[in-house]
């Protein structure tokens, strides 16, 4: 299968999931409310979805990495260094929250927690930084290139400044993290997905 190709599966899917995981969140926000935390069974099914995401993200990245011309090519394998440490933490994280964790009957991802820390740390800070880190790579005045570029920064720049929650201990300040790998982030794929799928089809 063409890079190309095999990108625009993996960045499509990582769009329907992120579409799929706002709804469930706005069905957990709706039932807990915004100062309580979610819990099972939603929390459940969000962490499944997020499991299923971080592999077809990291595929995404590996695809724009491969798709990137020469002077860029050093922007795109940082942000795919980026995005494997990302996978790997967070999906480290939920394997764990939903084996051994629940099965000793504590599964929750509260804050404080180190298990929350830790999967703030890859959605806010590794995304963060793969994302803008492979905005680069999209070079060029085409529109479609233009607006991937733009959300990349802007996604990933949402996702920095997630940090800012966690590190105050304000987890309010923390729903810029959530707004770019929750909102923005799906739309940013969902560009990406038809861009290959274009580049596919040459």
Do not use: N
């Not at 790997?88 to 394997?95: K, N, P, R």
Request: neutral net charge.
């Amino acid at each position: 299968m063409r890079p190309s190709r095999l990108g625009s599966w993996a960045a499509a899917t990582v769009a329907l999931i992120g579409v799929a995981y706002v709804v469930v969140l706005g069905i957990g926000m709706a039932h807990f409310g915004l100062e309580r935390p979610i819990t099972d069974p939603v929390l459940a099914v969000m962490e499944v979805l997020t499991l299923v995401s971080a592999p077809a993200l990291l595929v995404a990245l590996a695809a724009v990495y491969e798709a990137a011309a020469p002077p860029q090519k050093h922007w795109g394998i940082v942000a795919l260094a980026f995005g494997i440490l990302f996978t790997g933490l967070t999906s480290a994280v939920h394997f764990i929250e939903l084996t051994a964790i629940r099965q000793m009957g504590t599964g929750s991802l509260v804050w404080p927690s180190p298990a929350y820390a830790a999967e703030l740390l890859a959605w806010d800070w590794f995304l963060g930084l793969a994302l803008l880190f492979a905005a680069p790579v999209f070079v060029g005045d085409v529109p479609e290139i233009r607006r991937i570029r733009r959300a990349f920064l802007v996604t990933g720049a949402l996702c920095l400044a997630g940090t800012v929650g966690p590190v105050l201990g304000d987890m309010r300040l923390q729903r810029l993290g959530i707004v770019g790998y929750a909102v923005v982030l799906p739309l940013s794929f969902f560009w990406l997905a038809r861009l290959f799928r274009e580049r596919a089809d040459v």
